[in-house]
């Protein structure tokens, strides 16, 4: 959702799963890049492996402008984005990750392996370890904005399954996060 839009430039997407086989018609892009299929995201044997474990990702139906330039360069209006996902204690791990990207160096793998904080530290019985604060994107840390991850780790054999709610509000330049026991989603709190 683009900050003061009118409801006609609001386009929203659903992927209810993600494996190679739902991906393939996806569209990965990051702010430098563009995958098709998507499914390449999950090809651990080819020579984009490094890809199926990276963050910063953005998966969508077909190619879109996410920023517009402006004169001199800078963006001439903000993207805004929501999210919401529940996971069950079958789930794989997985980690949602708001920060400037660029495409991994070859052989430096970077992303939900890369934490900059403890897993033991930071999950518990059920899903969900939030982490806010200087995130590290791929290879040398040329960018080290204040960021958002959150990283789904299981632990232990009781896992419950756990909702995770992400809204980014570029207009009111907001950020809300709720982390929590699976139920309807409820308006977000700042």
Do not use: C, K
């Not at 299929?37 to 044997?45: G, N």
């Not at 919401?84 to 400037?100: C, D, E, M, R």
Request: net charge negative.
């Amino acid at each position: 959702m683009i900050s003061g839009a009118v409801a006609g430039d609001v386009v929203s997407y659903s992927f209810p799963s993600f494996n190679a086989t739902t991906t393939v018609g996806l569209v990965a892009a990051t702010n430098s890049s563009v995958l098709t299929s998507a499914s390449i995201l999950f090809e651990h044997d080819r020579h984009n492996a490094e890809f199926n474990r990276t963050e910063g990702f953005l998966l969508l139906s077909r190619t879109v402008d996410i920023w517009r330039a402006g004169a001199g360069g800078e963006p001439a209006i903000e993207a805004s984005f929501n999210t919401s996902f529940t996971l069950g204690g079958g789930n794989p791990a997985v980690s949602f990750v708001v920060l400037l990207d660029s495409i991994p160096v070859s052989g430096s793998l970077r992303g939900a392996a890369n934490h900059s904080s403890s897993l033991s530290a930071g999950a518990s019985s059920s899903l969900a370890a939030v982490e806010v604060g200087s995130v590290t994107s791929y290879g040398p840390p040329y960018y080290q904005d204040v960021g958002l991850n959150v990283t789904v780790t299981p632990r232990g054999a009781a896992v419950r399954p756990i909702a995770v709610w992400i809204v980014h509000g570029a207009g009111e330049h907001s950020l809300s996060v709720y982390v929590g026991s699976a139920q309807p989603r409820r308006a977000p709190q700042h």
